[in-house]
């Protein structure tokens, strides 16, 4: 009886733990909208930075994290600071509602999952706006957006996946970023 009980106790354990925990976005990328609109291409930009992101972190080691390829470049950790920061102004950028967290209060963990979570919010503001400019502000406009923080952090994401490769961590050869899917 008393390894019954134990045994009834490691399957729930086991239970509970893997239902409380949380899906990350990106896994894939979501499905496409049906209409192009300015809103619909822009936010499938964002999907795809959001979809590279996830597999570009995903599994990383703190051996990768603190690799640091020259004495001139950033390590991964430094990188992954940097695409976060990225998110934050474009999701500002987007939203009313202004964001400004201390990251490096933040674990690794804590970073990727925000920069997820800001990287989904964007896409999703971006998907019910019908007109992108009025995302134009004093200071720029919104084709800024896309060529100076989207584009960057699609870069940085790149050199996540170098800077991974280097400290003997590759990227997943099951990822294709041409579908937004991992391979059978």
Same mark, same amino acid.
Request: with cysteine; hydrophobic share 35%.
């Given at each position: 009886?008393?390894?019954?009980?134990?045994?009834?106790?490691?399957?729930?354990?086991?239970?509970?733990?893997? +239902?409380? @925990? !949380?899906?990350?976005?990106?896994? *894939?990328?979501? @499905?496409?909208? !049906?209409?192009?609109?300015?809103?619909?291409?822009?936010?499938?930009?964002?999907?795809?930075?959001?979809?590279?992101?996830?597999?570009?972190? !995903?599994?990383?080691?703190?051996?990768?994290? /603190?690799?640091?390829?020259?004495?001139?470049?950033?390590?991964?950790?430094?990188?992954?600071?940097?695409?976060?920061?990225?998110?934050?102004?474009?999701? /500002?950028?987007?939203?009313?509602?202004?964001?400004?967290? /201390?990251?490096? !209060?933040?674990?690794? *963990? +804590?970073?990727?999952? +925000?920069?997820?979570?800001?990287?989904?919010?964007?896409?999703?503001?971006?998907?019910?706006?019908?007109?992108?400019?009025?995302?134009?502000?004093?200071?720029?406009?919104?084709?800024?957006?896309?060529?100076?923080?989207?584009?960057?952090?699609?870069?940085?994401?790149?050199?996540?996946?170098?800077?991974?490769?280097?400290?003997?961590?590759?990227?997943?050869?099951?990822?294709?970023?041409?579908?937004?899917?991992?391979? @059978?």
């Amino acid at each position: 009886m008393k390894k019954f009980t134990l045994i009834l106790a490691l399957v729930l354990t086991t239970v509970v733990m893997a +239902q409380s @925990e !949380e899906k990350l976005p990106y896994y *894939e990328i979501p @499905e496409y909208p !049906e209409t192009y609109t300015a809103g619909t291409v822009a936010a499938r930009m964002v999907d795809g930075l959001g979809f590279r992101y996830y597999w570009a972190t !995903e599994g990383l080691r703190q051996e990768d994290l /603190n690799y640091k390829p020259s004495e001139s470049g950033r390590t991964s950790a430094e990188t992954i600071d940097h695409l976060w920061g990225l998110t934050n102004f474009i999701l /500002n950028a987007l939203s009313e509602e202004k964001r400004g967290e /201390n990251q490096k !209060e933040f674990t690794f *963990e +804590q970073k990727r999952k +925000q920069t997820l979570l800001n990287i989904k919010e964007a896409s999703e503001i971006l998907k019910a706006t019908e007109d992108i400019s009025k995302f134009d502000n004093e200071r720029f406009p919104f084709w800024n957006l896309i060529n100076g923080p989207i584009a960057d952090a699609l870069w940085h994401c790149g050199q996540v996946v170098m800077l991974r490769r280097a400290s003997g961590n590759p990227f997943n050869s099951k990822v294709s970023v041409f579908s937004g899917k991992l391979r @059978e």
